[in-house]
């Protein structure tokens, strides 16, 4: 397992800032690079082989489309063995069981053993910033990289190496050696990381245990003492906490890279802007982890022609992007129908929704927006169609939740509320429109230090910690 936050807050990240800092600029990278590797190690030792294999066979073609390149030589056989073999390792260790698993299920065929392969954490984010490496040398958008332990740094960078967000090359591509350090800079990494560690502990980790304690019709998950939530209130209320905890566990961990890659003098772009804002379909997947949607839109919506080839082609390629991207998230039919669902809305709001819903009142379309997502959230929590069925059935029934369902949902009232607000920007806001006030400096420095505690004392007594995007 990875270290333990108190560790990773206390001990590693320290030393790693420590060390990165005493020494000379030219050695920055490969301090870098090998605290990344000790970082995912102490996880998954027996996959640093792997992650060491993905960097040399993508340095490799990354050299190799380059040198055809430069003779004016085609690359395109270079360009599709490199992304051909990064799809391979994702498959294998992502989708051989489901695979295996379907396969039984085909009539008149001899059954094969199931595949329990353990998934490497983090591979669907460094197989994905691998292929856009060679991507984008390809498409002359960055240069390649001659200095293997440069990148094998860039692959490895461990602020955002296990749940993203996806850095794409040709974002970092000046960074990985032109960047400088800078005190403010640092003291705003600190300030992002703790915020983002607060999102996590303090909101997600709340919101998590409501979602539990809430989510089965027939009591059988026990929290606090307290079973069976049944009834169309817990339904709503536990379905609005899941979509706020995994909002607040993702955003949390993306402001975590952020800030912690600030502190090293990098700057990734954001991958979350209050999605639960939105009008449409369309904008909250401007919204939600954007590093995902922008992947997927520049490496294969638009080569695939985007919108410029008429109106059923890019029906068509919605469907296969959506399609891909709900099997990114996981080997179960549930993802790909989340997918699909999303490539649905999309399709429907492109051709005619978009119209209706700008000419209708902005709460009417974010209600539209928000009970849209929610659905979508069922679809991607449960695996099990019947399972999903029975809640769906709750979410539309007139049963009374008991008690003590409603006994729990008052305890975790204040929470809630103070989620639902932080989701939104009301608090950015304000805060901008004093930042530059001295109470307001001083402020944030003190607010980040009662953070830090509440983040440090709920960590030592927390048993309930999920890491959700862990497992993508």
């Not at 460094?126 to 990148?151: C, E, G, W």
């Not at 090359?169 to 350090?181: F, H, K, S």
């Not at 961990?253 to 954001?270: K, N, P, Q, T, V």
């Not at 179960?332 to 997918?339: A, D, E, R, T, V």
Request: net charge positive; proline share 4%.
């Amino acid at each position: 397992m990875l270290f333990s936050s108190n560790v990773f807050l206390f001990a590693f990240l320290p030393s790693v800032l420590l060390i990165y800092y005493l020494c000379p600029r030219a050695l920055r990278n490969p301090v870098l690079l090998l605290w990344s590797l000790v970082f995912y190690g102490w996880g998954e030792p027996v996959y640093l082989f792997l992650m060491v294999g993905t960097i040399l066979v993508n340095y490799f073609f990354g050299a190799a489309i380059h040198v055809r390149m430069q003779k004016n030589r085609n690359a395109k056989w270079f360009l599709f063995g490199g992304v051909a073999i990064n799809l391979l390792l994702l498959g294998f260790f992502k989708y051989a069981g489901f695979i295996a698993e379907q396969y039984n299920h085909i009539p008149f065929l001899p059954d094969i053993s199931v595949p329990e392969i353990e998934l490497p954490i983090g591979i669907s984010f460094y197989v994905f910033q691998s292929m856009s490496y060679i991507i984008d040398v390809y498409r002359k958008d960055a240069p390649v990289q001659k200095n293997v332990l440069t990148f094998g740094t860039y692959v490895t960078l461990f602020p955002q190496l296990i749940a993203g967000p996806i850095v794409r090359y040709y974002d970092v591509a000046q960074q990985m050696d032109g960047r400088r350090e800078s005190v403010s800079q640092f003291a705003s990494g600190v300030s992002r990381f703790i915020t983002g560690l607060g999102k996590k502990v303090l909101i997600a980790n709340a919101m998590g245990l409501l979602w539990e304690g809430t989510r089965d019709a027939y009591g059988n998950v026990e929290i606090m003492g307290l079973v069976h939530y049944d009834g169309v209130l817990a339904a709503w209320v536990g379905i609005i906490a899941y979509a706020l905890q995994i909002y607040f566990d993702f955003s949390g961990y993306s402001d975590m890279a952020i800030g912690l890659g600030r502190m090293f003098g990098f700057e990734f772009l954001e991958n979350f802007n209050y999605p639960y804002i939105s009008k449409s379909i369309t904008e909250f997947w401007r919204r939600w982890h954007i590093s995902l949607s922008t992947w997927f839109k520049e490496y294969v919506y638009i080569p695939l022609g985007g919108n410029r080839k008429g109106l059923p082609r890019q029906i068509v390629n919605l469907l296969v992007v959506w399609g891909l991207t709900g099997f990114w998230h996981g080997s179960s039919w549930n993802f790909l129908l989340w997918g699909l669902y999303y490539a649905l809305l999309l399709i429907i709001e492109k051709l005619f929704l978009l119209k209706v819903l700008k000419k209708l009142p902005s709460v009417l379309t974010r209600v539209y927006s928000l009970v849209a997502v929610l659905f979508g959230w069922a679809l991607f929590y449960f695996v099990d169609m019947g399972e999903l069925g029975a809640f769906f059935s709750r979410l539309f029934s007139t049963g009374a939740t008991d008690v003590y369902g409603t006994n729990l949902i008052l305890s975790y009232l204040p929470i809630l509320g103070i989620a639902l607000i932080c989701a939104t920007p009301l608090g950015k806001l304000i805060y901008s429109r004093y930042e530059n006030t001295a109470v307001v400096r001083w402020g944030r420095i003190l607010g980040c230090g009662v953070l830090l505690l509440l983040c440090v004392a709920a960590l030592a007594s927390q048993s309930y910690n999920p890491f959700i995007y862990f497992r993508f």
